[in-house]
């Protein structure tokens, strides 16, 4: 059975941090790139960034770049995402897939970014 599982989200002041989690199941984590996307309200799901499977490519979207890095432990089938200087405008629910998307995507882990 397919699973991502998102955590570590939470409540946190602008300039602070958070590190996330996706811990996958069903598949054979180890071969596929993986990514993280993010849904603010009202607004589509947008990429943030992709890892490639051995965990020495990576690519971010301008506006996390700096700030934000993307890494993965194939043996814990576990990507993660390190977020600092957190931003009001990086508030929304994050999620992880792999690429190309499975159909099953998780819950989510929402990240609200204010003082």
């Known amino acids: 059975q397919v699973q991502l599982v998102e955590s570590g989200g939470g409540l946190v002041q602008p300039g602070g941090s958070l590190k996330l989690s996706c811990a996958a199941s069903?598949?054979?984590?180890?071969?596929?790139?993986m990514s993280w996307y993010r849904q603010a309200p009202g607004k589509e799901r947008k990429l943030v960034a992709r890892?490639?499977?051995?965990?020495?490519?990576?690519n971010y979207a301008d506006s996390v770049k700096g700030r934000f890095t993307i890494s993965r432990d194939n043996a814990k089938m576990t990507v993660y995402l390190e977020m600092n200087s957190l931003k009001p405008e990086d508030t929304a629910v994050y999620y992880c897939?792999?690429?190309?998307?499975?159909?099953?995507w998780g819950k989510g882990t929402l990240v609200t970014v204010s003082s």
């Open positions: 890892i490639g499977n051995a965990g020495r490519s990576t």
């Open positions: 897939n792999r690429l190309p998307n499975l159909n099953t």
């Open positions: 069903g598949f054979s984590f180890s071969i596929y790139p």
